[in-house]
């Protein structure tokens, strides 16, 4: 099984900044890795598929980078309906999800 | 628009069977050229991949639990099918219907999902 690490488990940040969050995979994932966005209380939304292909309706300020092992996940300027969890998952090996990301507000 | 709709019970006692259905609208379950899929997630943790089913009718299920799951589909009524069996407290969760944007695991549209409890 292919384990997916993410780091930090928690974010603080303010509107406005930059966040960077991390993906590391426990072999190579190829392209295969997903981000997802998920609100308290709603299902996991779609972001990005294939390491950097934005999702229908995604904002530009959302975009992901990396190969093999190493995955990251940029916001450029948060908004406020971006404080969320999110999640990566990779699809070269059956399926697994990251333990996920807090974005809070700080 | 597809939509898709999770159906069961919410309560189930443990060792038996867990049974779901994904009702699907808006779209065939049989259009080329999809994953449909079962995800799960326990309260207040992360995402876990049960299992899926491509259009063509093949059926994948997670290594971890994959002696315990059966997925299955009905075509005539757009609907796919969850059975988990031999329960425990661990399989609490919410669980999640989905499909994929393409002939990936990329999922871009999702159920509500239903909150399942394993408890006598």
């Known amino acids: 099984e292919i384990v997916l690490t993410q780091s930090p488990a928690t974010l603080s940040l303010s509107p406005g900044e930059r966040a960077t969050l991390s993906c590391r995979a426990s072999?190579?994932?190829?392209?295969?890795l997903t981000w997802y966005q998920q609100k308290p209380g709603q299902t996991p939304r779609l972001l990005i598929y294939?390491?950097?292909n934005r999702a229908t309706g995604i904002p530009a300020r959302f975009s992901g980078s990396g190969s093999g092992t190493d995955f990251t996940l940029t916001i450029s300027s948060l908004e406020p309906e971006d404080f969320a969890v999110y999640y990566c998952?990779?699809?070269?090996?059956?399926?697994?999800f990251g333990g996920g990301t807090k974005v809070e507000i700080k | 628009q597809v939509q898709l709709q999770e159906s069961g019970p919410g309560l189930v006692k443990p060792s038996e069977t867990l049974s779901l259905t994904c009702t699907v609208s808006?779209?065939?379950?049989?259009?080329?050229?999809?994953?449909w899929g079962w995800i799960r997630q326990p309260p207040g943790k992360g995402l876990e991949w049960i299992g899926s089913?491509?259009?063509?009718?093949?059926?994948y299920s997670n290594p971890s639990l994959k002696s315990r799951v059966t997925i299955s589909v009905d075509t005539s009524k757009d609907q796919f099918s969850l059975k988990l069996s031999s329960v425990t407290a661990a399989d609490t969760a919410m669980y999640y219907c989905?499909?994929?944007?393409?002939?990936?695991?990329?999922?871009?549209?999702w159920g509500q999902g239903i909150l399942v409890t394993v408890s006598s």
């Open positions: 989905a499909r994929s944007i393409a002939d990936d695991y990329n999922f871009n549209y």
């Open positions: 808006g779209g065939s379950i049989s259009s080329c050229c999809y994953y």
């Open positions: 089913l491509f259009y063509s009718g093949t059926t």
């Open positions: 072999q190579s994932v190829r392209n295969y």
């Open positions: 294939d390491t950097s």
């Open positions: 998952q990779q699809r070269s090996h059956w399926l697994t």
